[in-house]
């Protein structure tokens, strides 16, 4: 049952993040701003603490996958990336160990380390060519702060996701 929800939340994340482009890049002053949440990333992440690190894992290799598939432009850079970052999750919180600040700290620290990293395999490619600072103080900050925004949400919908598990479990 709890997979089977965890399923759902995660085509929904994915739906979400993808129908969220539609809306970026913004005009700030004449500059484009690019706001990019990753909702589904961060809900994986969540997952490694809720869920437990074989679920999370199993919905990494799944999602990553399906995003690499969908997106097309690179094949393996989502599901090594969401794998990569699934393992550093368990082993930062063996020391934090469900700390809500630390853990928001660490979920919003992980996006923007994804970014760096989804920014520097596509410029080794020269798929992009706009410079560091420019990635970093137009795309990559204003990400963190959009996610930092859905972050709540994204928690609550974690801790959920588990109490399904062991309500499930009680029953049978």
Excluded: W
């Amino acid at each position: 049952m709890q997979m089977i929800v965890i399923f759902i939340a995660g085509i929904v994340l994915m739906y979400l993040d993808m129908s969220f482009t539609g809306f970026s890049p913004v005009m700030m002053c004449g500059v484009e701003v690019y706001f990019v949440p990753k909702l589904l990333f961060m809900y994986i992440l969540l997952l490694t603490i809720y869920a437990g690190p074989r679920i999370s894992m199993f919905f990494a290799v799944l999602f990553g996958i399906m995003l690499d598939v969908y997106i097309g432009s690179l094949y393996g850079i989502h599901i090594f990336g969401f794998i990569a970052f699934v393992i550093f999750m368990q082993t930062a919180f063996r020391v934090f160990y469900r700390d809500f600040v630390a853990m928001a700290f660490v979920v919003l620290l992980n996006t923007f380390l994804f970014d760096l990293y989804q920014y520097a395999v596509y410029s080794v490619l020269d798929l992009i060519s706009m410079p560091i600072f420019d990635y970093v103080a137009l795309r990559a900050v204003p990400s963190v702060m959009i996610n930092a925004l859905f972050f709540v949400v994204l928690y609550v919908l974690a801790v959920q996701t588990a109490k399904v598990r062991k309500e499930f479990r009680r029953t049978n």
